[in-house]
């Protein structure tokens, strides 16, 4: 009798603690370890995103995929950051058992950093301006982790200078999420290459990100064009404050995108293109994604979708377009994402 296994093979033979599986789709014979599901940590489960296809909002001529970061523990590709940075100053010794962590966050970062400080041990500040969503407070206070709000007139600076002070007036360590050499060079050793095992011997001619610290954009781009220089790398960023395309930066809605800087880590030659969207073809793309694919996630995500929709249109036929997707929608019920969704009974039909 054939029973089903939980990584898409089947058992060989009725007794479950077998260890052996066949791979339907490949017909190979492999160990459990393949889809093992123990860990020794939360922190194991970090990381091999799933890349999905766009089935209804992609453009005929076109084949288009998305790599779903909101899988990660925490619910955002700032998972790999945070491990990233934590694991690399406990090595160096600039992070002590115990220490306390810092740093300025838009939320997903703090949220990521009070996940891995609460495995690890270490308490964690977290610095955040105050227009950033309630829930992203809430989600780090519930991890253990204190929130210093800053004026949102003082902007991502402004929080940065918080964080800075704090460490220095006592002695704790800043993460330094924005000039960390730890963040993209996660993003070479995970990110890059799972997208490049993924589509190992198969097309993809487009990978779309957006920026906030640079760190993906930055490592999985620059590993992808290393090993696929056919593959162009499309930068994304708002319209009103596309900072890579040389203008000034205003507030924008698409939350954990371009702070009032240009990130120390940020490479700015990985990208072959840069393709700005609005605030509102941002929302629009997420509403889009959840109502028509079941993909739910947040602004950002809709931000770098809708980048990837623009190049969709004027790719050629056959083209092959991947792009990143940062972040669950449940960071947004607060924000403008959420307007006009009811909250009482809807009408019987």
Same mark, same amino acid.
């Given at each position: 009798? &054939? ?43 970090? %990381? ?173 781009? &620059? ?6 220089? !056919? ?5 994304? !960023? ?59 996630? %947040? ?16 790719? &050629? ?12 929608? !449940? ?16 009408? !019987?039909?």
């Amino acid at each position: 009798m &054939q029973i089903p296994a939980p990584c898409g093979g089947i058992w060989l033979a009725t007794d479950v603690r077998s260890s052996i599986l066949t791979d339907t789709k490949k017909g190979a014979v492999t160990s459990l370890e393949r889809c093992s599901v123990i860990y020794d940590s939360i922190l194991g489960t970090i %990381g091999r995103t799933p890349i999905v296809r766009i089935n209804r909002l992609a453009p005929q001529h076109v084949t288009m995929y998305v790599k779903c970061e909101f899988f990660n523990p925490l619910s955002s590709v700032k998972d790999r950051l945070a491990i990233a940075i934590i694991e690399d100053a406990e090595r160096s010794g600039a992070l002590k058992p115990g220490q306390t962590v810092v740093e300025a966050t838009s939320g997903n970062t703090g949220i990521a950093l009070a996940m891995v400080c609460a495995a690890k041990g270490h308490p964690f500040v977290a610095t955040m301006a105050e227009s950033f969503s309630i829930e992203r407070r809430k989600i780090m206070r519930m991890l253990g982790a204190r929130v210093i709000l800053t004026p949102a007139a003082e902007r991502g600076t402004g929080m940065i200078r918080k964080a800075e002070a704090l460490a220095a007036r006592h002695g704790w360590f800043l993460a330094r999420q924005f000039e960390n050499p730890a963040n993209p060079a996660y993003h070479r050793s995970t990110t890059g290459p799972e997208i490049l095992s993924d589509f190992a011997g198969k097309q993809l001619d487009f990978f779309v990100s957006g920026w906030g610290t640079g760190g993906t954009l930055t490592g999985a781009g &620059q590993m992808i064009r290393l090993a696929r220089p !056919e593959v162009k790398i499309i930068a994304t !960023e708002p319209e009103g404050a596309a900072m890579l395309s040389g203008k000034p930066w205003a507030p924008h809605k698409i939350q954990g995108w371009t702070p009032d800087l240009l990130p120390a880590v940020l490479n700015r030659d990985v990208p072959h293109r840069i393709v700005p969207v609005a605030d509102t073809e941002a929302m629009e793309a997420a509403r889009a994604l959840a109502r028509q694919e079941g993909i739910f996630c %947040g602004i950002s995500s809709g931000g770098t979708f809708a980048a990837a929709l623009k190049v969709a249109r004027e790719a &050629q036929q056959g083209s092959v377009i991947l792009a990143m997707l940062p972040d669950t929608g !449940e960071r947004y019920l607060s924000t403008p994402l959420f307007e006009g969704i009811a909250e009482g009974s809807d009408p !019987e039909p």
